[in-house]
């Protein structure tokens, strides 16, 4: 059996940086918000730590932890208290190498509004990224919110966490990020055929499944069925 091939701990913090200061610039973040971890073993993590800014972070500020919370190295700050949700979503699905959590505007607005994004209205998003469920809310830092977000780790490759923001994870922390701008694109796109011009060409069920099989056979099959009924509803 080939072992899986982990990025090293350069890498990982690296990648965490960059990320974090992109998701700053796009506005997915504001002030201390959002979290980023990546996997460089299978049960070791790099995670952003609490209280700092996605988009002035540095590598001393960053948690290396064991899946079971043991902190291996650290530059004296705890990880995020949402750190519990990426641990979570590790043991869910061990294919996950990395995970996003961000509070994107237009999907955030979505999860206030306990609205998933599942509608067959863009064939892009239903091909690279799949539908994104919306999770029941529980407090911010609790175990409730690893629960919440439990069921849906095998079977998609993001969520909304009810009145809270996106989650987004993949197998890598790259392809983690693209999820987390594509449930955000996604979002811009409901908001605005649903809500600002009022009318959306809906794909039928032979269109869907055509999508449905061009994502199984690029090697995607995570991301659920999109709902052909009438969008947006009147």
């Known amino acids: 059996m080939v072992s899986r091939l ?9 990648m965490i940086l960059d990320i974090g200061r992109r998701m700053y610039q796009k506005n997915y ?11 460089v073993a299978d049960d070791i993590i790099w995670a952003t730590p609490t209280g700092v800014s996605k988009g002035f972070m540095d590598e001393d500020s960053l948690v290396k932890m064991r ?17 519990k949700m990426h641990i979570r979503i ?50 911010p830092g609790s175990e409730g919110v690893p629960n919440s977000i ?7 490759n993001a969520a909304l966490l009810g009145n809270h923001g996106p989650v987004a994870w993949g197998k890598t922390l790259m392809e983690a990020f693209y999820c987390l701008e594509a449930v955000e694109h996604y979002a811009m796109i409901m908001l605005y055929t649903g809500y600002f011009i ?8 032979k269109q869907v499944e055509v999508l449905l099989d061009m994502r199984e ?15 947006p509803i009147i």
């Open 217 to 231: 056979k690029s090697g995607k099959p995570r991301g659920g069925k999109p709902s052909t009924s009438p969008w």
């Open 150 to 156: 439990a069921p849906y780790c095998r079977d998609y």
């Open 67 to 83: 899946l079971n919370g043991e902190i291996l190295e650290s530059g004296g700050i705890k990880p995020s208290s949402e750190v």
């Open 198 to 205: 009022g009318k959306a060409n809906v794909l039928d069920d």
């Open 90 to 139: 590790y043991k869910e699905n061990s294919e996950i190498g990395g995970v996003c959590h961000a509070h994107t505007p237009v999907a955030t607005a979505f999860a206030v509004a306990g609205i998933s994004l599942d509608k067959a209205i863009y064939p892009e998003a239903l091909v690279n990224l799949g539908t994104v469920p919306c999770a029941p809310y529980e407090v």
């Open 6 to 14: 982990y990025p090293s701990d350069k890498e990982a913090r690296s």
């Open 29 to 39: 973040v504001a002030a201390n918000d959002g979290n980023i971890s990546c996997k």
